[in-house]
C-alpha cells in the first residue's frame, strides 16, 4: 500500500537522525506518538509535536515512559499506527509494557537512541549498550524485532521498515538508533509517497457477532487484528489466553500461545549488509555508528592486505542466526566492534559454534572506536 | 396481587443474602436447601408483595436473581 | 401471545461463557456490574462505542467479563491506556473500571495527570480498602488500625481521601457511592456517560475474604448492613470533609460536578487559534 503523502515530506534534506526518524513515522502512517524527554532521543517527538498537527493527528507528552508506553498501545488498538521514542533509562522503564505488546501482538514501534550507560550515564554521548535488553529486557518468553540504522538515511528508511514489520508481525519492533547516528546531519532522500511502501493494518475479514476469534492466527501465525468501536466485542488481556482472547491460565494454552509468538517471528527477513565476503579470512560483525569506523578499518587494513570482509547488522533481533552459521565455516574469525562490553559478540559467537574464533573490540561508550582499535583486532584476527 | 415477580439462577448464587436482605417488601428468604455449589440460595416466601422493582436484581453480585414487573404469564 | 423468554437486563453486557465469575460471596463488584450495565441501558449508550479498560485486580477482572471491546493492561496503567485509546478515537467511550490499590498506588500518577488534563474519561474505582486479589494487602485507601496481609499488628499509615485526591488534580465529576447505593451508583455512571470530561466515582465495596475476615468485622452482608447505616448523603461537601475511617461516618453522593473543557477540546482549541487553516483536525488518527 501506498504511504499517505500528507506524512511525506518528499524532497532532498540535511537533517540528522533524530529529525529523519520522525519523518520515517510520518510517512509510514504514524499519527500518534506518546513520549516523554529523554537526551538524546527529545528531538524526534519534538519534530512530531511541530509537524503532526499539520498531517493530522496527536502528539501527547505523557508523564512518564510508563505511561507513554502503554498510551501507544492505547492507540493502536484505537485504531492509529503509533510509537515512541527513549534512552536507556526510559528504554528500562519501558519494558515492562514491551512485554505487554508482544503478549497482545500490538503492533507499536519503540525508538531507542541509546546513550552511555548504566543509570544516568552519559546522557549527551553514544552507546550500544542496550541492545541485549532490546531482546531480553522484558519477563517472559517472547520475540521482538530489532533494527540498526547506521545513517540518518537509515534512521528514515529502517522506521518506515519498523512500523510495516510491526503491522506485518503484530509485534514491538525496537528502532535501535546511538546517540552520533541520533545527532548527525546527512542528506536524507525523502522519495515520492508513491515510491513508499506501507503495510496496513492486518484487520479481519470475519464479521463480528461471534465469526471472528481474535487470537486464531492466520497461515503464517499472526491473528488479524479486529477494529475497535464496530461491535466485534473482543478482549484484549496479558495473561495467558486462549484463541479467544479469554484468560486461560494452565499450561497447554501457555505453550501453545507462547511458542506461537516466537515461532511467527522465524519469517522476519534478515536485513543486513554483507561485502567482500568471499575469500576472506575475517568478517568485521558491526552496527550503528560503530559499522561507520569499522569501515574505515576495513579499508585500512586491505590497503595492508588482509583479506577482510564486512558483515553489517541491519536487523539485529531476531539474531541474523544462519547467515553467521554460514560464514563462520569459511572464515578463521569474526571481529565484533561495539559501544559496549560484548553483548551482540557473545550472539556471533553462539552462532559460529565454534566454527570461527570470535574478537570483541569492545568499548564502554562515550565516544566511537579509534579505526586503528578495530584495525588490530583484524590483523590480529587474520593472523 | 403481586405487581411482579422474580427468575432466581439457582446454581450461580452464592448465598451472599443480599437480595434477601435489601427486598423492600421481604419477598425472599434463603432456602434451607443447598444448590449445586453447597449455597443456600434465596426462595420466594412472598410472591404476592412482590413489585417487580429489580432491586434484587441490581445488588445480586452473581447475576444470579432479578425482578421484572407484571405477572408471569405476561 | 408467544412467550418470550426474559433475560437478566445485565446478560446482554456480559460474556456469558465466562459466568460464573471468580469473585467472592459477598464481594460487591458484581453489584458494581449490575450499576454499570442499568446505567448504559439507561443513558442508552451506543454498545458498540463503549470501551472498557481495566488494570490488575478483583476489580480489573470486570474488563474480562463485559461483551464490550475490553482491555485488561497492566497494574496501574489502565489510565495512560485509556488516554491513547481515547485520544486516537474519540468517538469512543472509554471507561476505566479498576480498583483502589492499582489507581491510586502504582496508577496514582497516571491518575493525577488525566484529572489534571481532563481527558475525558468515566473511572470507576471500586475500593474495597486492600489489595485483594494478591491476599489482601495494604493499600494507599487503607484506614489506619486495621489488619492487612502487609501490616499484621495493624496499618498506621494515614490513608488518600479519594473524591479529595482527584478534585484536587482536577477532575470534573466526583462522586462516591457504596455497593449498598445501587440505584444511586446507576445514575452517577449514567450522569458520566452524558458528560465529557475526566468524570470519577468511588464504590466502597465489601472484601468479605480478606479485609472483612482480618478485622473480624463479619461477611459481605454485614459489610453492606454498616454501609446503609453509616452513610449519609451530602451532595456537594466539600472533598476534605468526606475522609474514610475504619469505623466512622461513610459520606457519599455527588460533590463536583463543574465544566471544564476536556483535554481534546483544549488541545484542538490552541493548535486552531495557532495554525488556522494549516491545522489538520484529527477526527480520529485512524490508519487504513
Same mark, same amino acid.
Given at each position: 500500500m501506498q504511504a499517505d503523502p500528507k506524512g511525506v515530506l518528499t524532497g532532498v534534506h540535511f537533517m540528522d537522525g533524530d529529525h529523519a526518524c520522525c519523518e520515517g513515522a510520518l510517512a509510514a502512517g504514524a499519527r500518534f506518538a506518546a513520549g516523554y524527554p529523554i537526551t538524546p532521543s527529545t528531538e524526534v517527538v519534538e519534530r512530531f509535536a511541530a509537524r503532526i498537527p499539520m498531517v493530522g493527528g496527536v502528539f501527547i507528552q505523557m508523564e512518564d515512559e510508563l505511561a507513554a508506553s502503554i498510551a501507544i498501545q492505547g492507540a493502536v488498538w484505537g485504531g492509529a499506527k503509533a510509537f515512541t521514542v527513549t534512552s536507556g533509562p526510559g528504554f528500562s522503564l519501558m519494558m515492562e509494557h514491551v512485554g505487554l505488546a508482544a503478549m497482545t501482538e500490538t503492533p507499536c514501534v519503540f525508538v531507542n537512541v541509546q546513550r552511555g550507560g548504566p543509570s544516568t550515564g552519559l546522557p549527551t554521548l553514544p552507546g550500544q549498550a542496550d541492545m541485549m535488553q532490546a531482546r531480553w +529486557?522484558?519477563? +517472559?518468553d517472547y520475540g521482538i524485532i530489532a533494527l540498526c540504522p547506521n545513517s540518518p538515511q537509515e534512521c528514515f528508511d529502517l522506521t518506515i521498515e519498523a512500523f510495516n514489520q510491526a503491522e506485518r508481525f503484530r509485534v514491538p519492533v525496537m528502532l535501535m538508533m546511538d546517540e552520533v547516528v541520533g545527532h548527525m546531519t546527512e542528506k536524507v532522500v525523502i522519495p515520492p509517497a508513491a515510491k513508499i511502501d506501507v503495510f496496513p493494518r492486518r484487520l479481519t475479514t470475519a464479521k463480528p457477532d461471534g465469526d471472528y476469534i481474535p487470537f486464531q492466527p492466520d497461515d503464517d501465525l499472526v491473528p488479524p487484528m479486529a477494529p475497535v468501536g464496530m461491535g466485534y466485542n473482543f478482549h484484549i488481556t496479558g495473561l495467558t489466553h486462549d484463541e479467544r482472547g479469554y484468560p486461560a491460565m494452565n499450561a497447554e494454552t501457555q505453550d501453545r500461545l507462547v511458542r506461537r509468538l516466537l515461532k511467527k517471528l522465524e519469517t522476519v527477513p534478515c536485513l543486513h549488509e554483507a561485502e567482500g565476503i568471499d575469500g576472506a579470512d575475517v568478517v568485521v560483525v558491526s552496527y550503528g555508528i560503530t559499522s561507520r569506523v569499522a569501515q574505515r578499518a576495513i579499508g585500512l587494513a586491505r590497503e595492508k592486505g588482509v583479506r577482510v570482509g564486512k558483515f553489517r547488522i541491519v536487523t539485529a533481533w531476531p539474531f541474523p542466526d544462519s547467515e553467521i552459521r554460514d560464514l563462520a565455516v569459511r572464515v578463521k574469525a569474526f571481529v565484533v566492534p561495539e559501544l559496549n562490553l560484548g553483548q551482540m559478540s557473545r550472539e556471533v559467537e553462539r552462532a559460529a559454534a565454534g566454527q570461527a574464533r570470535t574478537i570483541p573490540v569492545t568499548h564502554a561508550g562515550g565516544s566511537v572506536h579509534r579505526p586503528e582499535q578495530i584495525l588490530m583486532a583484524i590483523e590480529e584476527a587474520a593472523r | 396481587m403481586a405487581k411482579g415477580f422474580v427468575k432466581i439462577t439457582v446454581d450461580r448464587c452464592k448465598g451472599c443474602a443480599f437480595c434477601v436482605e435489601f427486598c423492600p417488601t421481604k419477598v425472599l428468604a434463603l432456602s434451607s436447601a443447598f444448590n449445586s455449589k453447597g449455597y443456600h440460595p434465596p426462595h420466594v416466601v412472598a410472591p404476592e408483595k412482590c413489585s417487580g422493582c429489580d432491586l434484587c436484581g441490581m445488588y445480586c453480585p452473581d447475576f444470579a436473581i432479578f425482578g421484572v414487573r407484571g405477572t408471569e404469564a405476561d | 401471545m408467544s412467550a418470550v423468554c426474559i433475560e437478566n437486563p445485565v446478560e446482554q453486557f456480559l460474556r456469558m461463557d465466562r459466568i460464573p465469575h471468580i469473585w467472592c460471596p459477598g464481594c460487591g463488584i458484581g453489584t458494581t456490574v449490575n450499576c454499570f450495565a442499568r446505567a448504559l441501558i439507561e443513558s442508552k449508550a451506543d454498545l458498540q462505542k463503549v470501551a472498557v479498560v481495566s488494570g490488575i485486580g478483583c476489580t480489573g477482572r470486570v474488563a474480562g467479563y463485559t461483551k464490550l471491546d475490553s482491555f485488561h493492561t497492566t497494574h496501574g496503567r489502565a489510565i495512560p491506556f485509556a488516554t491513547g485509546l481515547k485520544l486516537a478515537n474519540p468517538s469512543l467511550q472509554v471507561v476505566v473500571y479498576s480498583g483502589d490499590g492499582d489507581l491510586f498506588a502504582i496508577g496514582g500518577n497516571h491518575m493525577i495527570h488525566a484529572a489534571r488534563r481532563n481527558v475525558d474519561l468515566k473511572v470507576v474505582c471500586v475500593n474495597n480498602l486492600v489489595y485483594a486479589m494478591t491476599g489482601g494487602q495494604t493499600g494507599p485507601a487503607t484506614p489506619d488500625h486495621v489488619i492487612t496481609a502487609t501490616a499484621p499488628y495493624g496499618t498506621y499509615e494515614p490513608a488518600f481521601n479519594l473524591p479529595q485526591l482527584v478534585e484536587a488534580a482536577g477532575a470534573c465529576y466526583v462522586a462516591r457511592w457504596t455497593t449498598f447505593h445501587v440505584r444511586q451508583l446507576a445514575r452517577s455512571m449514567a450522569e458520566m456517560f452524558a458528560r465529557r470530561g475526566f468524570c470519577f466515582v468511588e464504590v466502597l465495596s465489601p472484601c468479605p475474604t480478606l479485609y472483612q475476615r482480618r478485622n473480624k468485622m463479619g461477611d459481605g452482608l454485614d459489610a453492606m448492613k454498616a454501609y446503609k447505616e453509616l452513610s449519609k448523603t451530602r451532595h456537594g461537601a466539600p472533598t476534605s470533609e468526606v475522609a474514610l475511617s475504619r469505623a466512622g461516618e461513610i459520606v457519599v453522593g455527588k460533590f463536583v460536578d463543574r465544566q471544564r473543557p476536556d483535554y481534546g477540546d483544549l488541545m484542538r482549541l490552541q493548535l486552531s487559534e495557532t495554525l488556522g487553516d494549516r491545522y489538520a483536525e484529527p477526527e480520529a488518527c485512524t490508519c487504513g
Open positions: +529486557g522484558s519477563h +517472559g | - | -
